[in-house]
């Protein structure tokens, strides 16, 4: 039954679900299948927008077609009205299908999450004290499912209250880049690796160097700069201070 839910249900390929018996081994199948794992799917899938619309369009089994890959667009800046055509209705049944499916062969680790004490406290930061739209969130978690495996308390809420720091040019005061919650939700929308960053190692040098320069996030510098290797970034900062 377990197998049969992962290949028809999730909508995983034979390839995907081979990708996550080598990484997850027989932990998730073991796993109980209505207490556990369709509990979890059918967290994702209310979270995320990815729910099976009954009368919506047909899905084909067939697997050559599961094994399609549906790229996920970056979602757009301005943010939707609750009045307004929200962009999950059109996803067909397949893309939501499919978008869950490549989700957990890249990361099957998040089914062994718990809901109450990992997955919903996580969603509940992104959406309420990061701001970001279901739209958002289902592309950052559909991008970088891995951040979900990151603490909350001890990773992921110092880097985001790391960004709203005022900024700071005295050496002996640690300051941030003086974002505003709505700018940083923006920003990290569209740049989700930025969160899987060690924030010691890479942001905060990269920030120290933005501030010193007199930079903007948007403005002056890439919104990827923080993810471009030390190479490309040295050679970017010695052309900005020629």
Do not use: H
């Not at 997850?24 to 209310?46: D, H, I, M, P, Y």
């Not at 942001?203 to 190479?231: A, H, K, M, S």
């Amino acid at each position: 039954p377990t197998v049969a839910f992962f290949l028809g249900e999730c909508g995983l390929s034979e390839y995907e679900f081979g990708k996550v018996i080598y990484r997850r081994g027989g932990s998730l199948l073991e796993a109980n299948l209505e207490r556990t794992l369709k509990r979890k799917v059918a967290f994702f899938r209310e979270n995320l927008g990815l729910e099976i619309d009954e009368g919506g369009d047909d899905i084909d089994d067939d697997e050559d077609v599961n094994n399609e890959s549906i790229q996920v667009e970056i979602p757009p800046l301005e943010k939707k009205s609750p009045s307004s055509s929200s962009s999950t209705a059109t996803l067909t049944n397949f893309q939501k299908k499919r978008l869950l499916a490549q989700m957990l062969s890249i990361n099957p680790d998040i089914l062994t999450f718990s809901i109450e004490n990992n997955l919903q406290p996580k969603i509940e930061y992104f959406t309420k004290s990061i701001g970001f739209t279901k739209e958002q969130l289902r592309y950052v978690l559909l991008k970088r499912p891995q951040l979900l495996a990151l603490s909350l308390e001890r990773n992921i809420i110092p880097k985001v209250e790391y960004f709203c720091i005022p900024r700071s040019t005295q050496s002996n005061k640690k300051g941030g880049l003086g974002m505003s919650r709505e700018q940083v939700c923006d920003w990290l929308s569209q740049n989700p690796q930025t969160l899987a960053l060690t924030l010691e190692s890479r942001i905060i040098p990269r920030v120290n160097d933005v501030v010193e320069l007199g930079l903007f996030v948007g403005v002056d510098i890439p919104l990827n700069f923080l993810t471009q290797t030390e190479r490309n970034w040295k050679i970017w900062k010695d052309g900005i201070k020629q």
